[in-house]
Every structure is written in C-alpha cells, then in structure tokens.
C-alpha cells in the first residue's frame, strides 16, 4: 500500500522558515517524480515544486528563490524548504509522487501552513 505521509507544517511569523517533510512506503521511490502542492482556503490547489527521479527541480514563480526542494531516496524522504515566508504562503500542502509516462498519481493527506504575527 502506498503511503506518502507529510510532516513539518505549523505556525510562522512572516519572514520565518520552516521544512516540510515527505516520507514514502510502497513505492520504489528512486524512480518517482515528486512534487509539493498547496491549497488555500477557498483556491484551488496549486503546484509549488517538484523533482525528478534525476533531481532536477522546478518551482512556481511565487516562491522561486526562497523555497528549496530537495530528496534522500536512501530515506525515501522529499523536503521543502521554506524561507522568507509570507501570509500568502498559509495553505496545507501536499506530497504528490507520479512515475514519469504513467496516468496513476499518489497523494498525502497534506500538512498545514499558517504564516501570521
């Protein structure tokens, strides 16, 4: 059974940091491309990152610059690095894992984000 279980979210003042964490089962992770996506109250969820199976990283233009995703497939861990947070960063984010070519996706059950004074 596959198991994406994100961990690392809470409260943060503006400017603040913290790193989430992705921990995977079921899967061979060394072969997935992983991604972090967010979703505020009342939007749609959003990309923020991803990475490849190769480790080649892409990032929305919202937080290019101040976040850093990153993988230990010894760990079959992703991490999101969060800097310079700002209001607009609150959102609960989800883990996401996809095979490259493959239609079947999985997700996390997400960890929440709240960047307040």
């Known amino acids: 059974q596959v198991q994406l279980v994100e961990s690392g979210g809470g409260l943060v003042q503006p400017g603040g940091s913290l790193r989430l964490s992705c921990a995977a089962s079921?899967?061979?992770?060394?072969?997935?491309?992983m991604g972090w996506y967010r979703q505020a109250p009342g939007k749609e969820r959003e990309l923020v990152a991803t990475i490849t199976s190769g480790g080649s990283t892409n990032y929305a233009d919202s937080v290019k610059g101040r976040f850093t995703m990153s993988r230990d497939n010894g760990k079959s861990t992703v991490y999101l690095q969060m800097n310079s947070l700002k209001p607009e960063d609150t959102a609960v984010y989800y883990c996401?894992?996809?095979?490259?070519?493959?239609?079947?996706?999985?997700w996390g059950k997400g960890t929440p984000v709240t960047v307040s004074s």
């Open positions: 996401n894992a996809k095979q490259a070519g493959y239609v079947m996706n999985y």
């Open positions: 079921g899967i061979i992770f060394s072969i997935y491309n």
